[in-house]
């Protein structure tokens, strides 16, 4: 069983579009996080929910909107796409809120998005 | 925002040999982590690290906690096919947002 899925894993869309990626963990962790991967490969965080309750929001276009329907889904809504929003998005999720051991962040496997 | 130092950018070494790997940054860290993520994967939690001069094993994989807190480093003994992968520190203080290393590729010529 997936721990930490994301659907659809390619995205392909034109410009001005919206799309939605999914993402799921099966783990019971209270709390899931979206991050972007660019294409030198840096990792940087976008949001976190802990709960259904935003925590975390980083300097991120409004055009992105996470929402939460429940604590074990956390789904990224983008609207108006732009070239510079190609990159990889990586949804994870942790047990709980604060760090320390056994808060061990759990990545899925990814969602390519290209905006041609 | 943020970023950790990471070295070296890439590795191309031979089968067996032994690698390493480190990460700086100027303010300092409760928690050190060290993700693997393979093409078309996501990062995979490898060590953790919780305490300032910890030094951790996972198989081949042996991790420290820099004693200032600022730093901490990876060795891979005895290198192998499928140790090829993208490997990131990442640093994260009270709260839960990790800080991500900007990537170590390693790859092994059998």
């Known amino acids: 069983d997936t721990a930490v899925s994301q659907t659809p894993k390619y995205l392909v869309t034109q410009m001005g579009n919206d799309k939605s990626i999914k993402c799921e963990q099966n783990?019971?962790?209270?709390?899931m996080y979206w991050y972007k991967q660019d294409s030198k490969k840096f990792l940087k965080i976008m949001f976190s929910?802990?709960?259904?309750?935003?925590?975390i929001n980083e300097t991120v276009p409004n055009r992105f909107s996470p929402k939460s329907p429940d604590k074990a889904h956390l789904n990224l809504h983008i609207n108006s796409l732009e070239l510079g929003d190609s990159a990889v998005y990586f949804c994870?999720?942790?047990?709980?809120?604060?760090?320390?051991?056994?808060?061990?962040?759990?990545f899925g496997a990814g969602t390519r998005l290209s905006v041609l | 925002g943020q970023q950790l130092n990471q070295s070296p950018q890439s590795m191309f070494i031979q089968e067996g040999e032994d690698v390493s790997m480190n990460c700086t940054s100027s303010s300092i860290f409760n928690t050190w982590l060290w993700y693997k993520q393979e093409p078309g994967e996501g990062p995979v939690l490898l060590i953790a690290?919780?305490?300032?001069?910890e030094l951790t094993s996972n198989g081949r994989l042996t991790a420290q906690f820099g004693i200032t807190r600022k730093d901490s480093f990876l060795n891979i003994s005895a290198s192998i096919p499928s140790d090829v992968g993208i490997y990131f520190c990442?640093?994260?203080?009270?709260?839960?947002?990790?800080?991500f290393g900007s990537g170590t590729r390693l790859l092994v010529r059998p």
């Open positions: 994870a999720s942790s047990p709980f809120r604060l760090a320390g051991p056994k808060n061990i962040q759990y």
């Open positions: 990442a640093g994260q203080r009270s709260s839960y947002k990790l800080i």
């Open positions: 929910y802990n709960n259904k309750e935003l925590i």
């Open positions: 690290l919780y305490k300032a001069g």
């Open positions: 783990l019971g962790h209270d709390t």
